[in-house]
Structures are given as structure tokens and as C-alpha cells.
């Protein structure tokens, strides 16, 4: 169906060729596959099939997307010309400026091998391990009053084909366990979570050891109960390796982004080939790490996926690219292009974005550090690519005395400004780690698959900030 | 059209069967640094079904509705159901309940409007943030209409369509020292209510004025809250009142209803049947009819939000709070309403001998089982001896949401639907700003 399908698209794309500069096809087939368990309880198996077929037309430097999940013939045509007409209606009234970098043109099929295809697993396989897996946690501690844990499993089928003459098709399959516990004792309530998974089969699954990991969450819910808060104030911090993955993501990353650049929305701009940042510190955004999240063979717009170095040793070499930031730069993509599914528009994206490992093992960086906070777990940070500021906050957190970790700290958040944290970063760990999410852009609605995370990473200096009643 | 056939299909085997099919289709117009960049227009046919037998339950859903990929969903929600395990608290799908009567939840303006339109729109927008100095560095104008059917085993039969326009808008002013960045969004049901030419008109203004800020200095103070800011602290109740939530205690509201979880200026009501509200329908997820309901009274909490699932386990009734999600419980507050107070803004200004108004927080996590937060104050103003003066910067709210209710002093008489949270500006005391 899909040769017959991408025969079909390439035929079209010629029919309309006339009527615009460039045109681009993304067809989606989505499986996914969840089942849940909250308490003792299985609350059901759920199992959802889409798909999707998207048109891009430039006119006269402005864009138009169609898009139907409506696969006949007359209804993909239709939204081929709604494409256009949507373009021609921005450029006869606004008027754009788009031109796309010239790039290799590709014809490529490429998938994620995987050991143990999950659609080849028995649902009852999955269905036992929710279940145990819950109950691990469950028997950690009385404690603990609500537990939930979620397996999912997905294959993301993309082809790609545009009016230069690419023609992709690319699959990418995931696999996923969640877990979330609350504690309660009186009138305190905590929680917490644990997230595993990215572009594996099913292999990745039964790897793990869910006798640990569930002991671990438990006990770290229960733990946060009697975790005390400290008065904020300008401290040393050290970052577990999900903290300094959204630095680098939300922070560094999102201000690499050249349409950030463009749009004069970046504290980098202007700064290629300046040092910013400490020797310590290399970032670099990643699309081939195997069995990241974030990873992918081409962007979406027909670009191989690359490893790049932003950051080396304190200076920034590079920023992120999509054909359209490049076509206006003057340079190549980077291979950044890309797009929640095919109904929506195409950025400037991450993929995995990270500090690199640097020498010192975890340990060292506590032992070597005086007087500060050791914080795990990011919960969440906001990017500031235009003013560069910097805000997490954390799971948990510990107070370092004298290169031990002393007391449990809840409610904690970290804050700076990231020209100024880039340059007190002095020692960052040999350790690292990749944790499945979404990056949002713009509004409502475009996320892509991304990991956060990297090594533990020491800042000399940063606010730390205590919520908390 | 496809509903009947999936339902007639699922009873086959299934003891009792639910259908959604939804038909929707969007308009969207992107704008970056002044310019409309992309105009997006898409249309999608889904249909989810849940099938259930001795309490077990499958779910399936697919779009690109044709007969066979509707058959395979259903084949699939049957064998699921035949391999799960029983929800031993599973009673039973509703049967039809008298609609809620509801209306103005459809703009005719929005579903015929020509592309053309739709840019012209955006464009205005475009001009005035251009007129004030400023750039619309990234924003999006989004309109939608939506036909939405459930169909169940029980006789439930419900269509009703719906509209949407929103807007989410970065702008940003520049300055010698740097630039200054507003951001709002709304969403409503009739386009004529989005204004957002008017917003960002009142959005360059906050921009400018907040482009040198000082260093706030770090203490405890009165705060003053904008709508914006508020609808972020008090998003939180729509989890504490969550029976769900409830009856497993993840709520810190668990056993605490008739006493007080906030100030008594607070009063907070739920309505799912809200004119023009954007969470407003005949019946809530299940098929329930949406209701009123006074969730705090004058600080005194006085129902949980339910759905009916969850309902029968507390022994209550449903108060139309079901969403559309599965599987069950499935409960989300509709439309959200702050009741307004008698003092103006400008009156809560002039009351403030030290304090801070904070027109907007950056998005924060706040943690909704604790209620912990810290929020960085980006662009904030200073109120001293009753009057706004200079914006500052460089500080942190810290605190918890569920203490601010504690804290309120005053609510103001003014009043913004931002989306399905509505809410006057508010008055808060003894607010913790970090350095």
C-alpha cells in the first residue's frame, strides 16, 4: 500500500508543480499501544490507529499546509490545493521571503532494528508486568497511597517526498514504563516518578530489573515526606543529569535554534566564535544517538540526521538550522527541521541535547564541593531564549556540608542567568543519562519526541529558590 | 454516520459499548518577528470505542474513518476486553439523562470564514503590534469547529458542535538594555470575543514599560495578581477538587469539604453550561448533564468535582464533571469562575503601601499534590504608596498555591475569561520574592 501510495504522491506532486516553487509531502502512520495500572487495578487496554497526510506549498515566499486523514485520491488532491491556495493567500497580502537551502536530494528507506518487535509480544506479557510492577512499589511502604504505572508501546511510520525529488521512508518505534507514587503520612503528600524508554523493541523491557527501579521509587516518595526546605540564597550547585539536560535543552538549546536567531529571540546571537562558556563545557545536539527518544535518520524535510557540536570548550560554533533558517543564513541545514506530525508546519528543533561527559566521576564532583545543593530530577523548566534566564525547579534536592550529602530537601528550584552559568560550570561527570520527553515550540500543539539529560554538572554560583509552605 | 455501525458491531460481544466520533477541522495562521509565515488548514475524522464485559474493558480508537479500519478498531477493543482484568469498581455506562440547555457554543462567523479573512485578521494584529514598536516575535491565531457524537449502549445519543478561536502571542519591545517580552493567550468560543488586536495593543504597552527594570529586592510582600497570573496559581483547584484525586488522596483537599481551604474572599464556581464558555456543552463526557456548582464559598469547600464513576463509589451524584478521556474515571473542571469583589483595580492599587503587581508569571510547574512553586518574576512593577511605578526583575516567587488562597486579601471587581478559567485580578499578602 505504501509503494502504491508514494507512486500515487509523486505523481501529484508533478500535476501541481506549477502552481508553486516548492512542494513537500509528509505521510504519518501511527500505532501506539498503552495499558495502565493504578493501585491493584488494570484500567483497561487501549490501542489508537492514525494517520495522517500533510501538503507544504511555497508561494512566492509563503507557506500553505493541507492536510486530511482522508487517504482516497480525491481528498488528498483536494488538500494539495488547499495547500496552495493557502500560500497564495499569504503572498497576496503579506508577501514572504522564504527560500530554502539548497540540499542533497535523497531516496532512502531506513528503519530502527529492533530485537522483539512489541506487536510481536503478548499483551498478556504486558499486562503481568503493569501489574508487578505496581505491586513492587506498592510493598516498598504502608505509605504509599496511590501508584500508577504504564507501559506503552508505538511504531511511527514517516514518508517524506518533495517536488525536488526526495522520496524517505523511515520507522521508528518506541517502547515506555512510567511509574508515578504518592506518599501521604498526616497532612504531608509527595510524589514522584520515574520514566525508561526511547527507540527500542521489547527488549529494552525485559532488561530491566523492575525489583530495583520499583524499590527505588517507592522509597524516594516516602523519603521526600520528612524532606525539610532551606532558606534560598546565591549557592553552589550541583545538577543530577535530567537538571543539567534541561539547561542545556531549555536554556542553551532553544536560544541555538537560528529561527530564535532570526527573530532576534536569542541571547546568542551574534556570538559564534566567542568563548562564553567555561573549558568545561561542550554542548551538542545529537539526532544519531541509538535508541534516543529525540533521534531520527531524517529531519522533515528530507535532511539527514547530524551530531553536532554547539558548544566546544566554552565556544559557540554553530546554531541549529532547518532548510528555511539556513536558505536565509546562507549555510547548510543541520538537519533540525521538524514538525509535530504532518499538520503542522516545520521549526527549527532539538533532538537530544546535552553537556557532554567530562572526567570526574559523580562522587568526586559531592566530595569536591563545600557548601551547596545537589538537586535531582528536573520537574519541569521554562526556556528564556531572548533574556537567557534559567529556571527548574526539582524533584529533590540535597544540602552538600562538606562533600557529603547531608539532608533531604523538597520544593527546591535553581535559577541564573545562562551566559553567567556557562561560565561558573567547573566540573562536569563521566556519568549519563537520556530521559524520553517532548519539547514544545511555539504554542499549543507542537511537540516532538526529545530526550533531556547529559552528565552531572557543577556550577560554581546560582539562585536557589525554596517554594513550600 | 459511522457511530451506529461501530456500536451495533461492538454489542456483538461487548455487555455494554461506548462510541465517540469526532469531526473537526482548523485554520491556523503563524506569525514570527512581524510576519505571517504559515497558514495551515486541516480536517480529521476520529472514532474511539470502549467495549466492556464483566467489568473488563477495551479501548480502541482510528482515524481516517472507513468501514474496514472501523472494524479492525472494534476487533481490537473486543479482543483487548477479553484479555484484560476486571475493573472491580466498573459499574455500569449511563443511561440518557435530560441535556443540559446550552447556548451560544457555535460561531457561524468562524466556520465559514475565507482564508482570506483569516489573514486579514492576523494582519491587523501585525499592524498594531508594528503602530506600538514592538514585534510579534512568535504568535499564532488558531480557529476550529468541531461535531462531536457519543453513542452508547444504553440508549446515551448526544451530537453537538462547537467553535474555537485563540490566540497564544509573544511580543517583544526592544531596548537599549535588552528586550522586554509580553506574552498571552486566549481562547473563546465566538471570534468577535478574542480581540486580539486590542491585546496586543494593551500587550506592546506592558512591553515597553518593562524594559529597564531594577533588581527587586528580595522580602515578603503584598501581591497583586493579574488574571493571568492568577488563572496559574489557582489551576490547581481543578486537581484538589478532583473526587478522584479524593478518593485516592492525592488530593490535599482529601476529607476537608465544609471547612475552610481558602480565604473567605474566595468563591469559586464550576459551570459547565456557561454561555459563550469554552468548556461549555449539553453533557459532559459520559453523557451526564453539565451542571452549576458553587465548588468554595466564601473559602468554604463545597463539592468535589465528579464524574459519574466516580460518583457512585462516594455515593453522590455526578456533578457533570466527566471529560472525555478513558478509561474511567475520566473528571476535569469545565468552566472555571473566580466571582469578582466590590473594589476596583485601581482601588486595590491604592490600598498598597509596599507592594508588587505581577501581571504575568512565566509558565511554571507547580506541583499539584503539594502545591509547592517558585515562579521567576519577569516583568513585574513595583507599588509603593498606592501606586504602580517602577518594573522590576531578577527575583522569585516562591511559595505554595494552596497557602496563597489562604492568603487572599482582597479580589478585584475586574474580570478576564482567558480560556476556560475566569478570573478578576487578586490581592495577596505575605508573598515570599527570593533574590
Known amino acids: 500500500m505504501l509503494r502504491e501510495l508514494q507512486d500515487f504522491l509523486a505523481r501529484t506532486i508533478e500535476e501541481f508543480s506549477s502552481e508553486a516553487e516548492f512542494i513537500d509531502v509528509r505521510a504519518e502512520f501511527l500505532t501506539s499501544f498503552s495499558t495502565s495500572v493504578e493501585n491493584s487495578v488494570l484500567k483497561g487496554l487501549n490501542k489508537a490507529n492514525s494517520r495522517v497526510?500533510?501538503?507544504?506549498?511555497?508561494?512566492?515566499?509563503?507557506?500553505?499546509?493541507?492536510?486530511?486523514?482522508?487517504?482516497?485520491?480525491?481528498?488528498?488532491?483536494?488538500?494539495?490545493?488547499?495547500?496552495?491556495?493557502?500560500?497564495?493567500?499569504?503572498?497576496?497580502?503579506?508577501?514572504?521571503?522564504?527560500?530554502?537551502?539548497?540540499?542533497?536530494?535523497?531516496?532512502?528507506s531506513k528503519e530502527v532494528s529492533v530485537k522483539i518487535s512489541p506487536s510481536d509480544v503478548d499483551v498478556e506479557e504486558k499486562i503481568k508486568l503493569v501489574l508487578e510492577f505496581n505491586k513492587i512499589i506498592r510493598n516498598t511502604d504502608s505509605r504509599i497511597v496511590n501508584c500508577r504505572t504504564t507501559y506503552s508501546d508505538s511504531s511511527r511510520e514517516i514518508l517524506y517526498l518533495n517536488s525536488e525529488g526526495a522520496s524517505i521512508y523511515q520507522k521508528l518505534p518506541s517502547v515506555f514504563l512510567y511509574a508515578s507514587a504518592v506518599?501521604?503520612?498526616?497532612?504531608?503528600?509527595?510524589?514522584?516518578?520515574?520514566?525508561?524508554?526511547?527507540?527500542?523493541?521489547?527488549?529494552?523491557?525485559?532488561?530491566?530489573?523492575?525489583?530495583?527501579?520499583?524499590?527505588?521509587?517507592?522509597?524516594?516518595?516516602?523519603?521526600?515526606?520528612?524532606?525539610?526546605?532551606?532558606?534560598?540564597?546565591?549557592?553552589?550547585?550541583v545538577m543530577d543529569g535530567r537538571v543539567s539536560g534541561t539547561f542545556a535543552h531549555e536554556v542553551f538549546g532553544h536560544a541555538a535554534e537560528a529561527d530564535n536567531i532570526l527573530n532576534a529571540k536569542s541571547f546568542l546571537s551574534g556570538l559564534v566564535g566567542k568563548k562564553i562558556g567555561s573549558d568545561e563545557v561542550t554542548i551538542v545536539d545529537d539526532a544519531t544517538v541509538p535508541g534516543a527518544y529525540g533521534s531520527y535518520f531524517y529531519d522533515d524535510e528530507g535532511v539527514p540526521a547530524q551530531r553536532k557540536v554547539l558548544l566546544e570548550k566554552g565556544v559557540l560554533k554553530t546554531y541549529m538550522h532547518s532548510r528555511e533558517t539556513a536558505g536565509i543564513m546562507g549555510v547548510k541545514s543541520t538537519g533540525n527541521g521538524r514538525a509535530q506530525d504532518p499538520r503542522h508546519r516545520v521549526y527549527v528543533r532539538m533532538s537530544n541535547t546535552f553537556i557532554a561527559p567530562g572526567n570526574w566521576s559523580p562522587e568526586e564532583i559531592i566530595e569536591d564541593t563545600k557548601h551547596g545543593v545537589y538537586v535531582e530530577k528536573a520537574l519541569g523548566g521554562m526556556e528564556d531564549p531572548v533574556g537567557g534566564g534559567f529556571q527548574v525547579s526539582a524533584l529533590k534536592a540535597w544540602l552538600i556540608e562538606n562533600g557529603e550529602l547531608k539532608k533531604l530537601l523538597r520544593a527546591v528550584s535553581i535559577s541564573g542567568r545562562a551566559l553567567d552559568i556557562l561560565k561558573k560550570v567547573d566540573a562536569v561527570g563521566k556519568n549519563f543519562v537520556l530521559e524520553p520527553g517532548f519539547c514544545g515550540k511555539g504554542y499549543a500543539g507542537d511537540y516532538v519526541p526529545v530526550t533531556t539529560g547529559g552528565p552531572t554538572v557543577r556550577v560554581s554560583e546560582m539562585i536557589v529558590g525554596v517554594g513550600g509552605r | 454516520m459511522w457511530a451506529e455501525k461501530a456500536l451495533k458491531e461492538a454489542l456483538k460481544e461487548a455487555d455494554q459499548a461506548e462510541v465517540l466520533e469526532i469531526s473537526s477541522s482548523f485554520r491556523r495562521v503563524l506569525v514570527e518577528n512581524n510576519k505571517v509565515v504559515y497558514f495551515e488548514t486541516s480536517s480529521e475524522n476520529?472514532?474511539?470505542?470502549?467495549?466492556?464485559?464483566?467489568?473488563?474493558?477495551?479501548?480502541?480508537?482510528?482515524?481516517?474513518?472507513?468501514?474496514?479500519?472501523?472494524?479492525?478498531?472494534?476487533?481490537t477493543a473486543v479482543a483487548f476486553m477479553k484479555t484484560s482484568r476486571p475493573d472491580p469498581e466498573f459499574c455500569t455506562l449511563i443511561s440518557p439523562k435530560p441535556l443540559s440547555a446550552v447556548s451560544e457554543i457555535f460561531d457561524n462567523k468562524i466556520a465559514s470564514a475565507e482564508p482570506s479573512e483569516v489573514v486579514d485578521y492576523v494582519l491587523k494584529a501585525v499592524e498594531k503590534a508594528k503602530a506600538g514598536k514592538t514585534v510579534i516575535t512568535q504568535g499564532e491565531v488558531y480557529l476550529g469547529v468541531s461535531t462531536l457524537r457519543l453513542v452508547n449502549s444504553e440508549g446515551v445519543d448526544v451530537e453537538y458542535s462547537k467553535t474555537r478561536a485563540s490566540f497564544s502571542i509573544t511580543l517583544t519591545a526592544y531596548g537599549k538594555s535588552g528586550g522586554s517580552e509580553s506574552f498571552r493567550e486566549r481562547s473563546t468560543i465566538y471570534w468577535e470575543d478574542l480581540k486580539l488586536e486590542e491585546n496586543v495593543g494593551e500587550l506592546a504597552e506592558l512591553a515597553h514599560k518593562t524594559l529597564s527594570p531594577e533588581k527587586i529586592e528580595p522580602g515578603e510582600y503584598t501581591v497583586l495578581m493579574a488574571p493571568d497570573a492568577v488563572s496559574q496559581i489557582i489551576s490547581v483547584i481543578a486537581f484538589a477538587a478532583n473526587a478522584d484525586n479524593v478518593r485516592k488522596k492525592r488530593s490535599p483537599w482529601a476529607e476537608r469539604l465544609n471547612t475552610e481551604v481558602a480565604s473567605k474572599q474566595l468563591t469559586v464556581v464550576d459551570d459547565g453550561t456557561l454561555p459563550r464558555g469554552v468548556r461549555t456543552a449539553p453533557c459532559d463526557g459520559e453523557g451526564y448533564p453539565t451542571k452549576k456548582k458553587t465548588v468554595i464559598e466564601k473559602g468554604v469547600l463545597k463539592t468535589y468535582l465528579y464524574d459519574y464513576y466516580t460518583a457512585r463509589l462516594m455515593n453522590t451524584e455526578s456533578t457533570g464533571n466527566a471529560s472525555l478521556s478513558r478509561p474511567f474515571p475520566a473528571i476535569a473542571a469545565t468552566n472555571l469562575i473566580i466571582e469578582a469583589g466590590a473594589k476596583s483595580f485601581e482601588d486595590l492599587v491604592s490600598e498598597v503601601k509596599k507592594g508588587v503587581y505581577i501581571p504575568r508569571l512565566p509558565p511554571t510547574f507547580i506541583n499539584p499534590i503539594t502545591g509547592d512553586f517558585s515562579a521567576e518574576l519577569r516583568q513585574a512593577f513595583l507599588i509603593e504608596n498606592g501606586e504602580l511605578t517602577k518594573p522590576v526583575r531578577w527575583g522569585m516567587v516562591a511559595g505554595n498555591a494552596y497557602a496563597l488562597m489562604q492568603s487572599i486579601v482582597e479580589v478585584a471587581s475586574d474580570k478576564t475569561q482567558l480560556g476556560s478559567i475566569i478570573t478578576p485580578s487578586i490581592l495577596f499578602e505575605k508573598v515570599r520574592i527570593t533574590g
Request: hydrophobic fraction near 40%; proline fraction near 1%; aromatic fraction near 4%.
Open chain 1, 53 to 108: 497526510i500533510g501538503i507544504r506549498a511555497l508561494v512566492k515566499g509563503c507557506w500553505g499546509i493541507g492536510s486530511t486523514d482522508d487517504f482516497s485520491p480525491e481528498s488528498i488532491k483536494k488538500a494539495f490545493r488547499e495547500a496552495i491556495a493557502s500560500a497564495k493567500a499569504l503572498a497576496s497580502r503579506a508577501g514572504g521571503e522564504v527560500k530554502l537551502s539548497e540540499e542533497k536530494v535523497y531516496s532512502d
Open chain 1, 183 to 237: 506518599a501521604r503520612e498526616a497532612e504531608k503528600t509527595q510524589a514522584s516518578y520515574e520514566a525508561i524508554g526511547g527507540q527500542y523493541g521489547y527488549e529494552k523491557i525485559r532488561e530491566l530489573d523492575i525489583n530495583e527501579l520499583g524499590l527505588k521509587l517507592g522509597k524516594e516518595a516516602v523519603e521526600l515526606l520528612s524532606a525539610e526546605t532551606i532558606k534560598g540564597g546565591t549557592m553552589t550547585v
Open chain 2, 46 to 75: 476520529s472514532l474511539r470505542v470502549m467495549v466492556v464485559k464483566e467489568k473488563r474493558v477495551g479501548l480502541a480508537s482510528v482515524n481516517s474513518l472507513t468501514e474496514e479500519r472501523i472494524r479492525e478498531a472494534v476487533q
